[in-house]
């Protein structure tokens, strides 16, 4: 290598770190280059230092409203906690369910908050496997409701269990009457599959949290530090522990996005191996892997706009992402009412009487407010309002489109769920669902659990990947050309 | 002379650079050079060499680990105990791929995750030359060598503008393998014994409560049977209930009497004769032969039974519903009663 014509920097005169780049000389470069700060995260560069302290101070400092909060999500979960106990001792009679309405709102909330964990992975995987820049700040956020609303979703076919204490007959070990769990059957793919996925989040997750965590001990004294110190696992950050996190990285990112669709497949897969009407749907499986999509990102748009505001994070969440984010809820939207058409032109063309029965339930029958809230939720609501970028940069009109887009998945779910089983091929055994106390108690005291355990995670780890931010600062410039600044992505 | 870590700290990349340049020139090598970033930099954007890692093989292993996980499930599993389920059979391949992809890829990222921490020599307790301001941006260039030499490393730190450099004596290394090594045994030791005592669970024979003989149960057809709700409609049917449907009985008097032989000859004569024994023209082809209305059995009956055999026939005795009304009925039973022995 011709060493000569290396310029090397002199002590003196050597090179400014990333974040004291002087602006142009140049007035019109120098305004460009402003604006351009102003929308982009990974150009408005800033010194490493401060940005830990703008995600460390909303951590170390508690308003009394935030453990006010936490005093009532306790006490949801308290709630939740004897209701369950109170159920296993009575029995699932409590429940509402019945022949031949067997399957009702638990398994919703298992279908509804195995979807929204969809979303977390998503966002950190495919975004990443897709080299999409904006991901960078959101990404651990989104990945942190996946952790617990995927804890939340594991819990439900357990409160589903009538004698909950059986659950371990799902180990691959002979019980006492000397019988193997069948792997040959939906049930079992369950388990399987969600237990592949969380795990596989759970330590995606971490792998992402340790250089985050390192940070933490370095800036924090005392009890928190040892506790940081456990976690952090001596991370240090050699170039040996960067090349092994990254291809373990990759790995986690190409693996867990088939298994992330394999999951939600195998959830609606419990439903379309049933020879039952409004679930025997070949479709079912991208269909269902769509929708969780479509409420994954809804969910991970309400978390972020709630953590900019309570958290203020308005440095790392800036509407560039919130534009991203809901252009992708647009497309879902999209793909979800393609999907859905698909899943009810065929029935309803071929007009076998049962379907012919539940469609009429649902379009003019007692179910009819349920279908067209649905409709207007998921399908007309998005279409009209997430095409405008003015909306989709407007965190208030972007929160409630979420909502809408929560609650129109939710009862896409009840359609299915306890809707579908309350018509069949024989109608002496139709029945009515109603819904009971304790399920109701149930369920919103598992979401308090899932708020809860989010916002002191938030209170616990960085809740923004700061290394990732500091990477794609680092790696991020303007380029000059012509008399225009334009963006440069990262080398690679 | 001991060696020792000297750990040069930079507030950019082109001044690390440097600064390993410097190094390789007074010839340490890229072995004893190591780089510490708070985000990841390319080795060589910092003149080291690329680093290969073997975690993408380690996850190839986990994987075919996952592999020979899944065929168990799905296959060791239904030699074991042959379930065939559905009109499968035994060992079906659509829903033993489903397990077999879930299985691999539990092994293999699970294997990624392992490896990871093995091969960056993880979880690491012991003290490490460090400083907080790498997670801060900074970039630390540790340098172990001997402390001879420790004089012109600090100068090539120096030349190339470090923002202070840190000294630390190489630590025992003892400590973490020792910590390793029991840790680790002490597990591996634990998880075998477990699975070992699972395996056994026939020979120790722990009672575990199964809850089914615990519940309270019942022998076939043991009494006292509980009488029926006073709501519930008699297995005999709904003319048992007093007053309904039938319209109320009729009193016995002479002129019902006279009703209900007349329609006693009309209707009942023909198989129960004339006298109510039974001995009727059309009777005596029939096997068996109809009631003696005459005897204790028939008499014995309460008015309803009588009124619901009338109602609704018995064997092959037609109902005469549609020919009696219920007031007819009446006359009838009122009638047959005077055929008493």
């Not at chain 1, 819990?155 to 659950?167: E, N, S, T």
């Not at chain 1, 990254?246 to 897969?269: A, C």
């Not at chain 2, 986990?62 to 060791?76: E, I, K, S, Y």
Request: net charge neutral.
């Amino acid at each position: 290598m011709p060493e000569e014509n290396i310029s090397r920097p002199s002590p003196t005169e050597r090179g400014l770190p990333y974040w004291e780049q002087p602006l142009p000389e140049d007035k019109e470069l120098a305004k460009q280059e402003t604006e351009a700060r102003k929308d982009n995260l990974l150009l408005d560069v800033r010194a490493p230092a401060d940005v830990n302290r703008y995600m460390m101070d909303p951590m170390r400092r508690q308003s009394r409203r935030f453990w006010v909060l936490c005093v009532i999500l306790a006490g949801g979960v308290l709630m939740w906690w004897g209701t369950w106990l109170y159920q296993a001792i009575n029995g699932i009679g409590v429940e509402g369910i019945g022949r031949p309405v067997m399957w009702a709102v638990y398994i919703v909330n298992f279908v509804y908050l195995i979807g929204i964990g969809h979303a977390g992975t998503f966002i950190s995987a495919a975004l990443r496997v897709l080299k999409f820049e904006w991901r960078r700040p959101i990404s651990r956020a989104a990945e942190t409701v996946t952790l617990f609303a995927l804890s939340m979703a594991a819990v439900y076919p357990l409160i589903h269990l009538g004698r909950v204490w059986k659950f371990y007959w799902l180990l691959p070990y002979p019980n006492q009457r000397q019988l193997w769990p069948s792997y040959h059957s939906p049930l079992l793919w369950d388990p399987t599959a969600i237990l592949t996925y969380f795990s596989c989040s759970i330590l995606f997750a971490y792998i992402s949290l340790i250089p985050d965590i390192a940070m933490m001990r370095d800036h924090t004294t005392g009890r928190w530090q040892a506790f940081y110190r456990i976690f952090a696992l001596g991370w240090r950050g050699t170039e040996k522990e960067w090349a092994h996190h990254e291809t373990t990285q990759n790995v986690f990112s190409y693996g867990i996005i088939p298994v992330m669709f394999s999951v939600h497949t195998i959830v609606s897969w419990d439903f379309s191996m049933a020879l039952q009407a409004g679930w025997h749907s070949t479709i079912f499986g991208p269909y269902f892997v769509v929708g969780a999509l479509f409420s994954g990102t809804g969910a991970v748009i309400i978390a972020l706009i709630v953590l900019r505001q309570t958290m203020n994070l308005k440095f790392f969440l800036r509407p560039e992402h919130f534009n991203g984010m809901a252009m992708f809820m647009l497309v879902l939207s999209l793909t979800w009412d393609y999907f859905y058409f698909n899943d009810y032109m065929a029935p309803w063309f071929a007009g076998a009487p049962v379907d012919r029965t539940l469609n009429i339930l649902l379009q003019s029958g007692a179910y009819a407010p349920f279908w067209y809230t649905m409709l207007i939720c998921n399908a007309l609501i998005p279409a009209l309002t997430l095409w405008s970028k003015k909306i989709r940069t407007n965190l208030t009109a972007l929160f409630i489109v979420a909502v809408l887009v929560q609650v129109g998945m939710y009862l896409e779910r009840i359609i299915i769920v306890p809707f579908s089983l309350a018509r069949n091929e024989l109608p002496f055994s139709w029945g009515v669902y109603t819904l009971q106390a304790p399920e109701t108690m149930i369920t919103i005291g598992t979401f308090c659990f899932l708020i809860l355990a989010y916002i002191i995670f938030t209170r616990i780890f960085p809740i923004i990947p700061l290394w990732e931010v500091y990477e794609g600062q680092a790696l991020h410039g303007l380029r000059k050309v012509g008399h225009y600044l334009l963006h440069l992505k990262s080398a690679e | 002379m001991a060696d020792i870590h000297l750990l040069g700290l930079f507030n950019n990349l082109e001044a690390a650079a440097d600064a390993i340049d410097r190094l390789h020139k007074q010839g340490t090598g890229d072995e004893k050079i190591l780089v510490l970033s708070g985000s990841p930099y390319k080795p060589e954007m910092l003149g080291r060499p690329h680093y290969h890692g073997k975690v993408g093989l380690a996850s190839l292993g986990g994987a075919l680990l996952g592999m020979l996980l899944a065929a168990f499930l799905t296959v060791g599993i239904f030699l074991l105990y042959p379930l065939i389920q559905g009109g499968q059979p035994l060992i079906p391949i659509p829903p033993s791929l489903i397990v077999f992809f879930e299985v691999i890829m539990l092994g293999m990222m699970w294997a990624a995750f392992t490896s990871m921490l093995v091969l960056s020599g993880m979880p690491v307790f012991k003290a490490q030359p460090y400083d907080p301001r790498i997670t801060e941006g900074y970039i630390g260039v540790q340098v172990t060598l001997d402390e001879k030499l420790s004089g012109q490393v600090e100068q090539a730190f120096n030349d190339a503008g470090t923002m202070g450099v840190k000294r630390q004596a190489l630590a025992p290394a003892i400590d973490l393998n020792f910590r390793r090594f029991w840790g680790g045994g002490l597990a591996v030791l634990t998880i075998g014994a477990v699975i070992t005592l699972l395996f056994f669970y026939d020979v120790l024979k722990i009672n575990f409560p199964t809850n089914m003989n615990e519940q309270f149960s019942y022998g076939y057809e043991q009494g006292p049977r509980l009488a029926a709700p006073a709501e519930s409609v008699p297995v005999q049917g709904p003319d048992l209930i007093a007053g309904e449907p039938a319209s109320l009985p009729v009193p016995s008097s002479p002129n019902s009497l006279q009703r209900g032989k007349t329609l006693f000859g009309i209707n009942c004569v023909m198989c129960h004769g004339a006298g109510g024994t039974g001995n009727g023209a059309v009777g005596a082809f029939f096997n068996p032969k109809p009631f003696n209305l005459t005897s204790s059995a028939v008499q014995n009956l309460q008015d309803n039974e009588l009124f619901l055999v009338i109602t609704q026939g018995f064997g092959v005795m037609p109902p005469a519903a549609e020919n009696l009304s219920p007031e007819e009925r009446w006359d009838v039973i009122n009638y047959v009663r005077t055929l008493k022995k």
